[in-house]
């Protein structure tokens, strides 16, 4: 497995996991309880410590910082330009009144339509993305502290 690409396999299935939980709760009402957002946190975090993670176990003592953050970056932007694509159809095309029932329910004051949640979709998504991604590395960087030699006395 080439670790240059692993971004792409962990996007997609980022996005996929986003999507899929998406249309659950659109299966059982509750697409429009903003609240529940909070789960996409979730599945973009263990998307993005996973492939870190993979990412140093693939190359072991030649794992990098650079590398790690680029990897968790590149993941995470995939994983959010291909839900918001998703979103985009789904509130332009398939569902417009979900669009203006988070419009009239969040942003009532602006009267903006739904290319204004598609922006705010792409602009959490890249924040969180980076953060998460600094927040891991500081796990998976190697360390630069010198081992420990105790003396005995």
Request: hydrophobic fraction near 55%; glycine fraction near 6%; aromatic fraction near 16%.
């Amino acid at each position: 497995m080439n670790p240059e690409r692993l971004y792409i396999r962990y996007g997609l299935f980022i996005a996929i996991a986003l999507i899929a939980y998406f249309l659950i709760l659109k299966l059982v009402g509750l697409h429009e309880v903003i609240w529940l957002r909070l789960l996409n946190g979730a599945i973009v975090a263990y998307g993005i410590f996973a492939v870190i993670r993979m990412r140093r176990i693939l190359e072991k003592d030649d794992f990098h910082y650079h590398n790690g953050f680029k990897t968790g970056v590149m993941t995470g932007f995939l994983a959010t330009i291909t839900f918001v694509l998703f979103m985009a159809i789904y509130m332009y095309h398939i569902d417009t009144l979900f669009a203006e029932s988070i419009i009239n329910t969040w942003i009532r004051d602006y009267n903006q339509g739904p290319g204004v949640l598609v922006f705010i979709l792409l602009i959490e998504g890249f924040a969180s993305t980076v953060v998460l991604t600094l927040a891991f590395m500081q796990k998976f960087k190697p360390s630069w502290n010198l081992k420990k030699t105790f003396q005995k006395a």
